[in-house]
């Protein structure tokens, strides 16, 4: 994993584990540390990329519950990062739900990309919770969402 990512973690509802993995890609450390400690209170798990290239090399090596991502960023931004993002899954038919956060972004334009939902910015929690349990709770009765063991 490359060196710029940090990991957080959460317990599970139950108390007994993190509740999944989830990548936070944002190139604003201020904003880094919101969304995590918000997924933290979710029980969730965070790495963390700086910019889409990054994202997508995560993406390429982990599995993770969902994707939160930025929408402006340096190298590659968030609309950039979902479609290689997109472009991967079809060779593996694998699909991880991307929710875009931009303060001066429409969510229209991040959905024709292929991300999954439009969050904002400031990431309200009533929101991130409403997006979460629409697209995340069911991969995780499915058994896809990735969860750490022995953290």
């Known amino acids: 994993m490359p060196s710029s990512s940090r990991k957080q973690k ?3 509802k139950a108390g007994n584990g993190p509740a999944g993995i989830a990548l936070i890609v944002e190139d604003n450390v201020f904003s880094q540390r919101v969304a995590a400690s918000l997924l933290k209170q979710l ?3 965070t790495h963390i990329a700086r910019n889409g290239r990054e994202a997508v090399e995560f993406v390429r ?6 994707i939160l991502m930025d929408c402006h960023m340096p190298e590659m931004d968030g609309l950039e990062a979902t479609a290689a ?3 991967m899954e079809k060779t593996t038919g694998s699909h991880v739900p991307i929710f ?5 972004f429409e969510d229209a ?3 024709a990309v292929g991300m999954d939902a439009f969050v904002g910015k400031p990431i ?3 929101v991130l919770k409403r997006v979460l349990s629409q697209f995340v709770e069911q991969a995780n009765d499915a058994r896809t ?5 022995n953290c």
């Open 109 to 111: 334009s991040c959905l």
């Open 85 to 87: 993002i997109r472009q």
């Open 43 to 45: 029980n969730y798990t």
């Open 10 to 12: 959460g317990l599970s």
């Open 145 to 149: 969402c990735p969860v750490l063991q």
């Open 100 to 104: 875009g956060f931009s303060a001066d």
């Open 61 to 66: 090596h982990n599995h993770y519950c969902f």
């Open 124 to 126: 309200e929690m009533e």
